[in-house]
């Protein structure tokens, strides 16, 4: 399927193709403490329409493929869907460093639940690509809740600011002290 969008004196216009015999079909999954969907290598249809993956100094990041508008949803955060008790489990009995490693890409859903990628390697897992987003202390973006119908409910990436074709898309973490020990890479 191809989706082409065009402003036409103001007015959004959106044509819509038959999707090709070879397309993806996509459809909801609900995700779990180890099920991040069946098409984890499958790129979603609004972000590739809206973001690529580029190299940063941070290693990679995510820009925009066209300019992004304030308040437009840009990208995704999903994958796997874990209860703060399954958490407890889960990492209960790492070292500092197994930590760092294995919640690199954790971040807080709500007051009962996170969100994880079951990889940070997009040759396995780029199903989304909010968990590519760098941090910046002037970020252009922010966490927002969205509805996929892919994913349903998930955290995603909405931008802050007009955001130019070509422009790394950025977020706060929501850091508030540098001396974190999880933070050694940021230093």
């Known amino acids: 399927m191809e989706v082409v969008q065009r402003c036409s004196l103001n007015i959004l216009q959106i044509k819509i193709s038959q999707p090709k015999e070879t397309s993806p079909k996509f459809r909801y ?17 609004m972000e590739r329409m809206n973001v690529y993956i580029g190299n940063t100094n941070m290693g990679e990041g995510v820009f925009a493929k066209k300019d992004l508008f304030p308040f437009q949803l840009i990208c995704y955060y999903s994958g796997l869907f874990i209860s703060h008790e399954d958490a407890k489990t889960m990492f ?22 996170l969100l994880d990628v079951p990889s940070g390697n997009l040759a396995q897992f ?45 977020i706060s973490y929501g850091y508030q002290n540098i001396s974190n020990p999880f933070l050694d890479w940021y230093k």
């Open 126 to 170: 780029r199903s989304s690509l909010g968990h590519k987003v760098n941090h910046s202390f002037r970020p252009n973006s922010r966490f927002v809740h969205a509805r996929s119908p892919r994913f349903g409910n998930v955290t995603a990436i909405e931008s802050l600011t007009f955001i130019k074709r070509g422009s790394e898309v950025l």
């Open 29 to 45: 999954e609900k995700m779990t403490s180890f099920f991040a969907g069946s098409q984890p290598t499958v790129m979603d249809p």
């Open 92 to 113: 209960s009995n790492m070292s500092l460093n197994e930590l760092k490693t294995n919640s690199r890409y954790l971040v807080n859903y709500n007051s009962t639940h």
